[in-house]
Antibody, heavy 120, light 112 residues
Framework: EVQLVESGGGLVQPGRSLRLSCAAS????????MHWVRQAPGKGLEWVSG????????GYADSVKGRFTISRDNAKNSLYLQMNSLRAEDTALYYC?????????????WGQGTLVTVSS | QSALTQPPSASGSPGQSVTISCTGT?????????VSWYQQHPGKAPKLMIY???KRPSGVPDRFSGSKSGNTASLTVSGLQAEDEADYYC????????????FGGGTKLTVL
């Protein structure tokens, strides 16, 4: 069974940094691209970032480009999101998500999310 | 990377069919057959219902179907059931890497 467990969320002041982690299990982690998707309270889904299986390619939403960095450690079956220069509008539930196999840009499995609140 | 456009709400009675639209551009929905649909119940993580415009993952009822015409994709739920009441989001490949995605704003489906 695929399990994705996010951690690292919390309350942080505007302008500060936070690092999210996602522990993956139940599948061969380095076979899949991975994503971070966020959902502001009461709002819709927003794709934040993605990374290829070997970290060779990364992508970012315009709203976070230059501030957030996605990375992965295949030896530790872990995905990360380094978030710098945080803004109030970054407040959201952040989901770790696994790509689907044999297709493109399809998110198959989701974690339960970790809440990030940016406020002074 | 503008969000895809979905109607904020849709509704239908049990047993009826309802269709939710998802409009993008030729750079996303219209340019690729990589449109997905997700169902999200309150307080839960999203669930993949449709991928590659028309395909259903294992375990998704065949009451759920997808289609696309030009820059607009659609999700049809036939034989509405109470448990279908949820938020539905479309997504599309944007042409970058093999995984860059843009989501729609979401549609709240109410079963009357």
């Amino acid at each position: 069974e695929v399990q994705l467990v996010e951690s690292g969320g919390g309350l942080v002041q505007p302008g500060r940094s936070l690092r999210l982690s996602c522990a993956a299990s139940g599948f061969t982690f380095d076979d899949y691209a991975m994503h971070w998707v966020r959902q502001a309270p009461g709002k819709g889904l927003e794709w934040v970032s993605g990374i290829s299986w070997n970290s060779g390619n990364t992508g970012y939403a315009d709203s976070v480009k230059g501030r957030f960095t996605i990375s992965r450690d295949n030896a530790k079956n872990s995905l990360y999101l380094q978030m710098n220069s945080l803004r109030a509008e970054d407040t959201a539930l952040y989901y770790c998500a696994k790509d689907a196999r044999y297709t493109v840009a399809t998110i198959k499995d989701w974690g339960q999310g970790t809440l990030v609140t940016v406020s002074s | 990377q503008s969000a895809l456009t979905q109607p904020p709400s849709a509704s239908g009675s049990p047993g009826q069919s309802v269709t939710i639209s998802c409009t993008g551009t030729s750079s996303d929905v219209g340019g690729y057959d990589y449109v997905s649909w997700y169902q999200q119940h309150p307080g839960k993580a999203p669930k993949l219902m449709i991928y590659e415009v028309t395909k259903r993952p294992s375990g998704v009822p065949d009451r759920f179907s997808g289609s696309k015409s030009g820059n607009t994709a659609s999700l049809t739920v036939s034989g509405l059931q109470a448990e279908d009441e949820a938020d539905y989001y479309c997504s599309s490949y944007t042409g970058s890497n093999n995984f860059d995605v843009v989501f729609g704003g979401g549609t709240k489906l109410t079963v009357l």
